[in-house]
């Protein structure tokens, strides 16, 4: 998978999944640490990459619909932890690996995942 993590992730989480096998990359190692939503979402779609985010303005279909964008992953944790974070970010990653996400806004958190089209 080709993944763009959004400034609210660690790049160590992108370095995990790298090293999971994935394309990974963090806003920051892009140099968009600060950048607006819009940004982040517009290079996410021109570069090929599912958003991964903590951030909930994403998963607003109204704002940001997934239908243009090679999908959205919202990671939903209380408290997010670094730990609970990688937890559920290897968990998601590992039941999403063989599925398209195109278009998709995927949400999940520790008990389970929905995706929406």
Same mark, same amino acid.
């Given at each position: 998978?080709?993944?763009?993590? &959004? /400034?609210?992730?660690?790049?160590?989480?992108?370095?995990?999944?790298?090293?999971?096998?994935?394309?990974?990359?963090?806003?920051?190692?892009?140099?968009?640490? =600060?950048?607006? &939503?819009?940004?982040?979402?517009?290079?996410?779609?021109?570069? =090929?990459?599912?958003?991964?985010?903590? &951030?909930?303005?994403?998963?607003?279909?109204?704002?940001?619909?997934?239908?243009?964008?090679?999908?959205?992953?919202?990671?939903?944790?209380?408290?997010?932890? /670094? =730990?609970?974070?990688?937890?559920?970010?290897?968990?998601?990653?590992?039941?999403?690996? /063989?599925?398209?996400?195109? =278009?998709?806004?995927?949400?999940? &958190?520790?008990?389970?995942?929905?995706?929406?089209?």
């Amino acid at each position: 998978m080709k993944l763009l993590l &959004d /400034e609210n992730l660690s790049p160590l989480h992108a370095r995990t999944l790298r090293e999971l096998g994935h394309d990974a990359v963090s806003v920051a190692q892009c140099g968009l640490s =600060g950048a607006d &939503d819009s940004v982040v979402r517009a290079f996410a779609i021109e570069s =090929g990459r599912i958003l991964v985010t903590l &951030d909930a303005d994403f998963a607003n279909v109204l704002r940001y619909s997934p239908s243009n964008s090679p999908g959205v992953i919202r990671l939903r944790i209380h408290p997010a932890t /670094e =730990g609970a974070i990688d937890a559920l970010l290897r968990s998601t990653i590992l039941r999403l690996t /063989e599925m398209s996400l195109n =278009g998709r806004l995927v949400v999940a &958190d520790p008990k389970r995942i929905r995706i929406r089209s």
